[in-house]
């Protein structure tokens, strides 16, 4: 029963996007390791950019340079 957990920063993916990733990540681990999708969990988490560092700056502070 695999488990998969995206993180994005939450920065306007789109329900049909979200969609895309569960149903992409469930058909590759189908695809490839021969999973059974109807015991396949995706969950996607959305981080904001304030909760979010790279290299010791947020991603907020990032985004605006």
Sequence with gaps: MPFVN???TREGATPEQKQ???KG???????????????????????DTDNWGIGGEQVTELRKK
């Design 6 to 8: 995206i993180r994005i």
């Design 20 to 22: 895309q990733l569960i």
């Design 25 to 47: 990540v469930t058909d590759l681990l189908e695809d490839v390791l021969g999973k059974n999708r109807k015991t396949t969990f995706v969950i996607i988490d959305e981080v």
